[in-house]
């Protein structure tokens, strides 16, 4: 697994878990959220790599960063960000080889943010 700080932005975290005054777990059902919503986008990827469909391709790791960002899941997004680029310049061999790299680090994001749930 990667380490924790290279995953997880902090600052995004901690201002998730401000707006849960109340505690009624804002940022575990957003965890949830991701942990469900992010395995279909990435075979959708997967699919639209295979096809060498580069608007899909580019549509999709947009898709996928802006979701990751918007929990904090900085690195993932990085990575969706670098495929969304080099999809929209028509480079589809560079996207094939973080797509491994990406399954993985979904899960090691997954558990990152689990861990900060308190």
Same mark, same amino acid.
């Given at each position: 697994?990667?380490?924790?700080?290279?995953?997880?932005?902090?600052?995004?975290?901690?201002?998730?878990?401000?707006?849960?005054? =109340? #505690?009624? #777990?804002?940022?575990? @059902? /957003?965890? &949830?959220?991701?942990?469900?919503?992010?395995?279909? %986008? /990435?075979?959708?990827? %997967?699919? +639209?790599?295979? !096809?060498?469909?580069?608007?899909?391709?580019? &549509?999709? +790791?947009?898709?996928?960063? !802006? @979701?990751?960002?918007?929990?904090? +899941?900085?690195?993932? +997004?990085?990575?969706?960000?670098?495929? $969304?680029?080099?999809? %929209? %310049? @028509? =480079?589809?061999? !560079?996207?094939?080889?973080?797509? !491994?790299?990406?399954?993985?680090?979904?899960?090691?994001?997954?558990?990152?943010?689990?861990?900060?749930? $308190?």
């Amino acid at each position: 697994m990667l380490n924790k700080q290279y995953l997880i932005d902090e600052e995004t975290v901690a201002g998730i878990k401000a707006l849960d005054e =109340d #505690g009624e #777990g804002l940022f575990a @059902g /957003l965890i &949830g959220m991701f942990k469900t919503d992010t395995p279909p %986008r /990435l075979e959708a990827l %997967r699919l +639209a790599l295979d !096809s060498s469909d580069s608007a899909s391709i580019a &549509g999709i +790791a947009h898709s996928l960063k !802006s @979701g990751s960002l918007s929990i904090g +899941a900085g690195y993932f +997004a990085s990575l969706c960000a670098s495929i $969304e680029q080099q999809a %929209r %310049r @028509g =480079d589809l061999n !560079s996207p094939q080889s973080l797509d !491994s790299l990406l399954a993985a680090v979904f899960t090691d994001t997954c558990r990152a943010l689990e861990q900060q749930i $308190e």
